[in-house]
């Protein structure tokens, strides 16, 4: 990044770019909405460049100079990918290892060989849960397919009874807790403390997909009973590997930033004094940085080196990990430059007014401002993005626990009812050889499920902490 570019990000906020009244930001706001929406849905158009024509369109139509609409998209993009860039690029390499390397397959070998019957879809929970854990949504997907289909069919047990609890585990890691791009966005934007919203999100998200999971996979089998779809086995990472990581190894791998993390909030919570050497001393190991960068090298010799990999393979791995995440680095970025726009533009501060008005809590109106976006576009991340800049400010004067609770709440509301315009839908059927009819009673309504739920469950926390 060069000098200039570091300026600007350490620069005071970008002046308001247009003072236009509260019924024009209205009406900006649902048109750049409806330009993203439009071109995501109905021109196919790549999220990162709707997200930048709808951030342009946003502040054309509140009456700003274009320049100045520019200006706040290009700090935005710059200050999200600054903020949170080098956090998804190193849960991409941990992710990468972790699948090639064969850990994945023993984690998930290792749990199958002690449950059956009964705790077979709890089994699929706690596998899916932990390999969620610094793992992409689509990666996971693709990375537990093979083993929800093999369980199937060898247990003869109904698809939707294996894949539920599986596709629950992971969309509620995707959805909740960082290091995901979506919570990690929110965290930035509404200056939440991420180790606070990592622990607030794991006490939610048990609860949340133990319902989603095993207890909802015992209705949605009555309503779509289908069987494996044998074609659709690929092949797994370990087969071609002599060797792969112990299971304890590769479970303390996994674990370490997130233990790092929780430990930096545990003894902020504890000492609270920012000069003791204690705090200051996890206050580095527990940074979402540090934690991931200490994973990624501990992985590479826990699962690369005990795989066998050589150095030319390792590096290898780390290579290809990068190349997916390019787009996703790209839709953060514009999304990022999109919140920028509404926050530059006066949006802010109209919804600070409008909440003020209505008398809605923050929590609730957050969780709605999401769904809406969410159920429009589609992307859970572009939901989280947008709906994370429209209320960035209500969290100005909230503690910092209930900070947390507004980027879980988020988080929450961007993954409600998955449909046809969502790729995880379409991943979903075809994966499991479903039609449209049997992915919504399945996939959308167990997303619906987790919104629910874990937004209750962030509105009840609310009450009390």
Do not use: C
């Not at 990375?143 to 294996?162: E, H, T």
């Not at 200056?191 to 949340?208: E, S």
């Not at 086995?233 to 233990?259: H, N, W, Y």
């Amino acid at each position: 990044m060069t000098r200039l570019s570091v300026e600007m990000l350490a620069a005071d906020p970008v002046e308001p770019i247009t003072s236009a009244g509260h019924a024009q930001l209205g009406i900006a706001v649902l048109a750049g909405i409806a330009v993203i929406v439009l071109l995501i849905t109905k021109f196919k158009l790549h999220a990162f460049l709707a997200l930048t024509i709808g951030s342009l369109a946003l502040g054309a139509f509140a009456g700003a100079p274009l320049d100045k609409a520019i200006a706040s998209f290009s700090t935005g993009l710059g200050s999200t990918v600054a903020g949170v860039g080098v956090l998804i690029a190193l849960g991409a390499i941990l992710g990468k290892l972790l699948a090639d390397s064969g850990g994945a397959d023993q984690i998930v070998d290792t749990i199958l060989a002690k449950a059956g019957g009964r705790a077979m879809p709890w089994a699929m929970v706690l596998i899916a849960s932990v390999i969620g854990l610094p793992l992409f949504f689509e990666v996971g997907i693709v990375l537990l397919i093979p083993v929800v289909l093999m369980v199937a069919k060898r247990g003869n047990y109904s698809l939707m009874r294996i894949g539920i609890p599986a596709l629950a585990g992971l969309s509620v890691m995707h959805g909740l807790i960082p290091p995901h791009p979506g919570p990690l966005v929110a965290i930035d934007a509404v200056k939440a403390n991420l180790g606070v919203t990592l622990a607030l999100g794991i006490l939610v998200a048990i609860p949340t997909v133990i319902i989603a999971g095993p207890l909802f996979s015992k209705y949605a089998t009555r309503w779509v009973d289908v069987p494996a779809p044998e074609k659709m086995i690929p092949q797994r990472a370990s087969e071609d590997l002599d060797k792969r990581p112990g299971f304890g190894v590769t479970i303390a791998t996994v674990m370490l930033p997130v233990v790092l993390m929780l430990a930096k909030a545990l003894v902020d919570i504890i000492i609270d004094d920012p000069e003791n050497m204690v705090q200051r001393v996890f206050d580095v190991i527990g940074s979402p940085l540090i934690a991931l960068l200490a994973a990624v090298l501990v992985g590479i010799f826990t699962l690369g080196r005990a795989a066998g990999f050589t150095k030319d393979r390792i590096s290898s791995t780390v290579e290809k990990s990068l190349a997916p995440i390019a787009g996703i680095l790209l839709i953060v970025g514009a999304g990022g430059g999109f919140k920028q726009t509404l926050i530059d533009s006066g949006v802010g501060q109209m919804i600070l007014d409008i909440s003020e008005d209505w008398s809605i809590p923050a929590l609730l109106l957050a969780w709605l401002i999401a769904v809406a976006i969410r159920l429009a576009t589609g992307s859970a991340t572009v939901a989280t993005i947008s709906a994370a800049g429209l209320v960035a400010p209500l969290a100005a004067d909230m503690s910092t626990t209930h900070a947390s609770l507004l980027v879980l709440a988020i988080g929450a509301g961007s993954l409600f009812f998955s449909h046809v315009n969502d790729a995880g839908f379409w991943l979903v059927k075809e994966y499991f050889g479903l039609n449209v009819g049997q992915t919504i009673k399945t996939w959308s309504v167990m997303e619906t499920i987790i919104s629910v739920v874990a937004g209750g469950l962030v509105l009840l926390l609310s009450l009390v902490i």
